[in-house]
């Protein structure tokens, strides 16, 4: 009955969710006020290493308006150690507060509920905590040394995952090699700073034993059951509920110690509690991207084609385990990126430092590994004195090879690559800026063109599934409950296009609720994430739908005496294609259902609501089914010591192109044009899929020019605070220039791919590129991000050569 659609996907409808936002009618966590709720004041850790000697709390608890307190013992007694999301083979002995030792600046040691906020934070100045300090492990390098400090003394070392694999005959590829191209590159530690922080209220019940949870978390269906074990609450007396999330970004799928510290001291008092984090608590505790060091060798003919590839990566996942060896584990996802490199080689460590412990953040590992593929292909076009375009078109999967195997194991479903960058190069008008890069370097300005193709896999993991509950009631009108909630994307916009297309009535007809356990549709794998929403969400939302959409048909095929392949479901009516004037209305037919029972057909029970659970049918498709790469094989092979053996249900791509200009006089970089090109497959509202473009393209300038987590030689954070911390604002972002192309995935049922997170990975290679190629005279090299004034003044005097005469691609220079 698909052909029934009437076309509200693809349209620019305006967000829904706006006029209530814009109007100030929120539900943000810290708009909600329940009566006698406390406040939470946290005192942290100002050592990145120390051992707790004394805690003395007794004082503070009698300060005026302060009803209760909590420390790691009381942490230890009443809940359980934070689970380790991808390790498996240590046993985590963090607690939500610190026990025993600290290992970060910021780590949480003691937390204070007060009648407001003014008074737990007054009531910490009277806790005593001494401390002996410990030397602090910094560096992922020097952490790997058996000799060195250790962040948790009972692992007996700092590496906690590695993983190693190889695909295909890579010693070969590099024998036969013409040349061999290594190289070194950096990545530092960022974070997508949400405007608003990790929050939360927790309520516990002491009489009915309930607790209720208000919070801004995106991954419920992981927190959920982790709450259940960890406090001995089952879970059908947690109802946890989200509203409205200032947006996510990874940084709030799981924020343990906050829902941990609010939970405990509600259930020690008996009172609702509320924490919301200020902006410096956020940036010091509430994580960061893993930084990683990259050793990179790539095994090239002297025609431009890439016959192996080798990769070491070190990642610094910070002082905790909840989240360590997930960004390594992800870089084996797209390490071969867009093109057809069938020997790979890899090896990834995991290491625990004494810094702020690594969080999901836009990408997790996608930016890492596109931007080292993407910098090494330029660097292996310079050194072979071919333009990096070229090779990527040489090695390029081509369209006729989807769906395509890559060699660890994941399946590509759909693209077109070329296609993709000739559009970008057509936006740009690559010759012409060629020409008037030549034309101002002779009056000594230089610009740069760098650009990025990558594929970022999306619609989250081909295992998860997702619930959707769909009801019309008697007058045609729909409620909507999802299982995930919308983290501020425009999810109930999209939503309610979807599923008024499949029942044929209007995107105002339907109305999408916030997310409630104790009545959303909720799984293990529920939650906003990955650009998820674009896979088991919609696939269980078309499905939930179409239950209705049948009984519908059913229903009116009865009324108007009809054979229910004669009829057309549109445009809030049901009539027969031969005789349009033959019709019954949705709201007709959906009375009938209510308030006619006795004249339904047989077999047909009251009422239209449907739930479905369920993900693609073709979801597993993203495995290989050859004999070598099994999902069990696979598990074992990218997995490692207890990874996860991640495989995406769709692979969008995209192409960026930036050209920049450098001042060599102080360094600063200033991006002229910005050309984003993607394909996302079919897309559900153009206008919010660009805003999505223009979102994560900008995150990824930040992460690129400007934002950088700095610590000093004792752990201290100096970048605390915005003046420190620097994030892009409207005056530092340029003109996105945007445009979608469309190659639908044969695994979603509308045919999407999805959007959110992937524009975020393209800038740091795409200005890395390009400010590589404006200082190319200098014989400058960049290999390490952010690209800041600081840093790049220092490479341009480090260099030992004036400006070289223009050569566009000199050969073997880098």
């Known amino acids: 009955m698909r052909s029934n659609f009437q076309g509200w996907v693809g349209k620019s409808l305006k967000r829904r969710e706006d006029l209530r936002l814009l109007t100030g009618d929120t539900a943000f966590v810290d708009d909600i006020e329940l009566k006698d709720t406390l406040h939470v004041a946290v005192l942290r850790s100002t050592y990145a290493h120390a051992r707790i000697t004394r805690l003395e709390a007794t004082e503070a608890l009698l300060r005026p308006g302060v009803v209760a307190i909590v420390h790691g013992e009381d942490a230890k007694s009443m809940s359980k150690p934070l689970p380790a999301y991808a390790v498996a083979h240590l046993k985590p002995e963090e607690y939500c507060l610190a026990v025993g030792k600290v290992r970060y600046v910021g780590e949480p040691v003691v937390a204070v509920a007060a009648k407001d906020r003014g008074l737990a934070e007054d009531a910490l100045e009277f806790i005593d905590v001494a401390y002996e300090p410990l030397e602090p492990i910094l560096d992922p390098e020097k952490a790997m040394q058996p000799a060195g400090p250790l962040v948790y003394d009972s692992f007996g070392t700092n590496v906690v995952a590695q993983y190693k694999a190889t695909w295909g005959d890579v010693d070969q590829a590099f024998t036969e090699a013409d040349l061999i191209v290594t190289e070194r590159l950096k990545l530092h530690s960022y974070s997508s700073t949400p405007l608003e922080t990790v929050a939360c209220i927790a309520s516990y019940n002491m009489v009915s034993r309930d607790l209720t949870i208000y919070s801004n978390t995106q991954m419920v269906g992981h927190v959920i059951p ?62 960061r991207t893993a930084a990683a060091i990259f050793d990179c060798e790539v095994a090239v003919k002297n025609d431009g084609s890439i016959s192996g590839f080798r990769l070491r990566d070190i990642n610094d996942d910070g002082a905790s ?182 029942l044929g009535i209007t995107p105002e007809d339907i109305n999408v609720l916030e997310f409630d356990s104790q009545v959303s549709p909720w799984t293990p794998y529920s939650g906003t994430h990955a650009n998820k929403f674009s896979g088991p969400d919609v696939e269980s939302a078309v499905a939930a739908a179409g239950v209705i959409r049948d009984k519908l048909l059913k229903l009116a095929a009865h009324m108007l005496d009809s054979e229910l392949g004669d009829l057309v479901l549109r445009d809030g009516r049901v009539y027969v294609k031969s005789r349009r004037e033959r019709f019954t209305t949705v709201g007709e037919v959906a009375k009938m259902a209510y308030q006619n029972p006795g004249f ?198 480090q260099s030992s050569l004036l400006p070289i005469p223009y050569s566009l691609f000199p050969a073997r220079r880098c």
């Open 600 to 797: 339904l057909p047989p077999d047909t029970t009251p009422g239209l609501a449907a739930t479905c659970i369920l993900n693609s049918p073709r979801a597993l498709e993203s495995f290989v089914a050859d004999e070598k790469y099994t999902v069990g094989a696979i598990h074992q092979l990218v997995a490692g010591r207890g990874g996860s053996p991640t495989s995406f249900m769709t692979y969008p791509n995209s192409a960026h192109i930036a050209v920049v200009e450098v001042d060599i006089e102080t360094g600063q970089v200033e991006i002229l044009r910005y050309i984003v090109v993607h394909d996302s497959g079919k897309v559900i509202n153009p206008m919010l899929a660009e805003a999505q473009v223009h979102g994560g393209a900008l995150h990824g300038i930040g992460a690129t020019l400007l934002e950088e987590f700095v610590y000093d030689s004792n752990g201290q954070l100096l970048t605390s605070t915005f003046m420190d911390y620097l994030k892009p604002t409207s005056l530092e972002a340029p003109h996105f220039e945007v445009e979608h192309l469309e190659t639908p995935s044969p695994r979603s049922v509308l045919g999407i791919k999805g959007i959110g997170e992937g524009e975020a990975l393209g800038p740091l290679a795409a200005i890395g590129n390009a400010v590589d190629d404006a200082l190319s005279p200098f014989n400058v090299k960049i290999t390490e991000l952010p690209i800041t004034p600081e840093r790049v003044h220092r490479l341009i005097k």
């Open 321 to 502: 385990l909840t989240y360590a060896g997930t960004y390594g584990s992800m870089h084996a996802t797209l390490i071969n990126g867009c093109y057809r490199v069938r020997n790979v080689a890899w090896e990834s460590y995991s290491v625990l430092t004494n810094k702020c412990p690594s969080m999901p953040n836009r990408g997790v590992g996608k930016p890492g590994i596109c931007y080292v593929v993407e910098r090494m292909i330029d660097i292996v076009g310079r050194r072979l004195g071919i333009d990096p375009i070229e090779v990527r078109r040489r090695n390029y999967i081509e369209p006729n090879e989807f769906p395509y195997a890559t060699p660890s194991g994941r399946v590509y479903d759909s693209g077109n690559y070329e296609a993709t960058l000739r559009r970008a190069l057509q936006i740009l008008d690559y010759e012409t800026v060629r020409k008037e890069q030549s034309r101002l370097r002779g009056e000594g300005r230089y610009i740069g063109v760098g650009l990025s193709t990558y594929v970022h896999g999306a619609s989250a993991t081909a295992q998860e599934i997702e619930g959707t509950t769909i009801k019309m009631d008697s007058r045609g009108r729909v409620t909507v409950l999802a299982g995930s909630p919308d983290m501020g994307t425009g999810h109930k916009t999209a939503l309610s296009q979807i599923i008024a297309d499949e």
């Open 226 to 287: 982790v709450l259940s074990d960890s406090l001995g609450i089952p879970t059908e007396r947690i109802r946890f509920i989200v509203q409205d999330i200032g947006g996510g970004f990874g940084l709030k799928t799981r924020p343990w110690k906050p829902l941990l510290i609010a939970c405990l001291l509600s259930v020690k008092t008996g009172r609702p509690v509320k924490y919301v984090e200020d902006r410096r608590e956020h940036l010091l505790a509430a994580g």
